[in-house]
Nanobody, 122 residues
């Protein structure tokens, strides 16, 4: 399974970006699919996650009400809509997938994309 992210870039505070993650094979309902982010010098933290088979939906407190994760057309694509962006959202954003879901912890995810840079600055 390969994952490829896109959609990052430079945006002003208060702006929006939509990240996309395209998988090399369909991500069925047993996959936990997550977005993580990592700022320079900091650990990789979960931003959002869902697993359809368990009904799990997760958003970090720092992004609740501003970020929305969704499926694209078909089962190969997942999006992260990011609104009301803040400078503290600046990070490399990674898409991840895992069948044996054990929590929104980076070490528990087996499949990763290469990351896409999001910079929020005026």
């Amino acid at each position: 399974l390969e994952l490829v992210e896109s959609g990052g870039g430079l945006v002003q505070p208060g702006g929006s970006l939509r990240l996309s993650c395209v998988a090399s094979e369909p991500l069925d309902e047993d996959y936990a699919i997550a977005w993580f982010r990592q700022a320079p010098g900091k650990e990789r933290l979960g931003v959002s996650c869902f697993q359809e088979s368990s009904g799990t939906t997760y958003y970090a407190d720092s992004v609740k009400g501003r970020f929305t994760m969704s499926r694209g057309n078909g089962k190969n694509t997942v999006h992260l809509q990011m609104d009301s962006l803040k400078p503290e959202d600046t990070a490399v954003y990674y898409c991840a997938a895992e069948r044996a879901f054990g929590g929104v912890v980076a070490a528990l995810f087996s499949h990763w994309g290469q990351g896409t840079q999001v910079t929020v600055s005026s």
